[in-house]
Structures are given as structure tokens and as C-alpha cells.
């Protein structure tokens, strides 16, 4: 069994904006799998579903975002998931928009979302896809992350939900390091 959890901000306010970069792939995940996110438990939203024979969980947690370790946590727990048979997917300012970058592990890199899947999880060994939402340096970060995407912007980002998306599929079915290798682009 496998748990695939996007990072984002409950509540229709957030719908759309950088921080809930994350949330959307878990959409357009649910979307390609003709599945809907909807019952509630573990402080969240998800549903339980069969991929290529593998159980999978799809995780929205509702506890906002500094806090999204406790729903992943409770979730965790239930189904008797470690660490290795996780993903989170989750916003990046340190990329631009269109990009996505998946990795095995790291530190949080200031990330309030990450820091508590890392408290939580006990650990920073979990596969991650990161989405650039880009940066402006004119905006404080805390309105930046929670302002919406630019029209000029909707096509790029599209294009990365779409293929995080894909990656986090494609990683149900596959390793890791092949999943990197197939959709990490220079």
C-alpha cells in the first residue's frame, strides 16, 4: 500500500492559489484515475483506490498547511504505512512555474508544510515531488505563496500538475530512482 498526499489549504479562500500547488495534482490525480477525494478522516480528505494492483490512499489533509504532518501522520498509522511507502507533493518558490523536481530526500528548505511531515514522519527519507510556483521578490513570501497564478501563467502551470500528476502514477508502478530518472528534466 502506498500513500500519495498533496500539501495545500483547505477552504475554498486557498482554491487556487501558489501554496495549494499540491492540492491540485492530487485533482488532476484523482482526475486521471476517475476517483474523487472525498471522505473525511485523518484531519483530511481521501480516498482509497487500486492502482495496476497496488493499493493507494490519495491525501488532502485539512489541517492547513504548517500542520499537514498530523493528518499524514493519523493516516500513517491507520493503514500501517512507514516512510518508504509515502509521497508528498508540494509547492516550490524556488522554481518557476512549469517546473517539478522530485527527489528521495531532503530538509525542508524553510518549507512549513514539509517541516511537519518531517516532525511527523520522524524522518526526511520520503520520496517528494516539488512544483515551482516561482518567486517574486517585490511580494512578502506569506502573500506570495497564498496570492493566485498570473493568466500568463496558467499554461505553464498546467503543464506541471499535469506531469507531476503523471509522475506520481507512473511511481506506483515503478521505482523511485526510475520515476526520477523519467520525469527529473534538466
Do not use: W
Request: aromatic residues 8%; positive net charge.
Amino acid at each position: 500500500m502506498k500513500i500519495i498526499v498533496g500539501l495545500g489549504n483547505p477552504g475554498v479562500r486557498y482554491d487556487n492559489t501558489r501554496h495549494n500547488a499540491g492540492f491540485m495534482v492530487m485533482d488532476r490525480i484523482a482526475e486521471i484515475l476517475n476517483e474523487k477525494i472525498e471522505k473525511e478522516k485523518f484531519e483530511g480528505k481521501y480516498v482509497k483506490t487500486r492502482v495496476n494492483g497496488e493499493e493507494v490512499i490519495l491525501l488532502k489533509p485539512t489541517t492547513f498547511m504548517n500542520n499537514s504532518g498530523f493528518s499524514l501522520r493519523a493516516c500513517m498509522d491507520f493503514f500501517k504505512v512507514s516512510n518508504k511507502d509515502i509521497l508528498v507533493i508540494y509547492d516550490d518558490m524556488d522554481m518557476p512555474v512549469g517546473k517539478i523536481r522530485l527527489r528521495q530526500k531532503g530538509s525542508a528548505g524553510g518549507h512549513n508544510g514539509i517541516k511537519s511531515v518531517i516532525t511527523c514522519a520522524m524522518t526526511n527519507e520520503f520520496d517528494r515531488i516539488r512544483v515551482g510556483i516561482g518567486r517574486d521578490p517585490q511580494i512578502p513570501i506569506v502573500n506570495y505563496v497564498l496570492s493566485k497564478f498570473k493568466a500568463e501563467e496558467q499554461e505553464d502551470l498546467k503543464k506541471s500538475v499535469d506531469e507531476a500528476a503523471k509522475a506520481a502514477i507512473y511511481s506506483i508502478s515503478h521505482s523511485f530512482a526510475d520515476t526520477m530518472n523519467r520525469f527529473n528534466h534538466k
